[in-house]
Structures are given as structure tokens and as C-alpha cells.
Nanobody, 116 residues
């Protein structure tokens, strides 16, 4: 199983980025998918999740209204559209797959840096 996250980079505050996570080696449509992040010196935290069909999503309060999670079960890819970025959003972002109530597969992370 491989989850490959990409799309991170350096952006100014107020800007946007779109992260992608391509999955292989698993039945993607059977998995809920999530995005997490870990800022320097902090613990990893939940960002957003989407169910297998894409019809149900959930967000951390800190990103609600700014970030949107979506998925394409044909392309086996989950996305995180990040708008109105803030310096506090600076972190390494990870995607993960959840089939039975726990996130069993994790990607390698993509770094997002938001400058003020």
C-alpha cells in the first residue's frame, strides 16, 4: 500500500494550495481518508476526513470554512483545497486511510509553509 502526498510548498498568508494524495495497493473506495498535520515542535493533529463515498466530511475547527476535502474514487486520489492560509497552517501534511475505525495507512507527508 502506498499513499503519496504532494502539492505542498511556500505560499504567502491569504494564499491557497491544493494538496493531493494518490493511493495505490488498496481498494481506495473502501477507505475513509483523512488529512493530518504536524507543525514543528507540536503533535500531529487532525485536519479533515471524508467517508468512502465523499458524501460526508468533517473538519477541525481551526480549518472550517477555509479547507475543503474531496476525493475521486476513479483516480484513487484525495484532495485538500486550502484557502485563506495563515502562518499557523505551516506544517507537514499527511494523508491517511481508515477502513475499520483506525488510520492504518499513512503517506510520507508534504510540507506547507505559509509566510506572513
Amino acid at each position: 500500500v502506498q499513499l503519496q502526498a504532494f502539492g505542498g510548498g511556500l505560499v504567502q498568508a491569504g494564499g491557497s494550495l491544493r494538496l493531493s494524495c494518490a493511493a495505490s495497493g488498496l481498494t481506495f473506495s473502501s477507505y475513509a481518508m483523512g488529512w493530518f498535520r504536524q507543525a514543528p515542535g507540536k503533535e500531529r493533529e487532525f485536519v479533515a476526513t471524508i467517508n468512502w463515498s465523499g458524501r460526508s466530511t468533517s473538519y477541525a475547527d481551526s480549518v472550517k470554512g477555509r479547507f475543503t476535502i474531496s476525493r475521486d474514487n476513479v483516480k484513487n486520489t484525495v484532495y485538500l483545497q486550502m484557502n485563506s492560509l495563515k502562518p499557523d497552517d505551516t506544517a507537514v501534511y499527511y494523508c491517511a486511510g481508515n477502513r475499520a475505525g483506525s488510520y492504518e495507512y499513512w503517506g510520507q507527508g508534504t510540507e506547507v509553509t505559509v509566510s506572513s
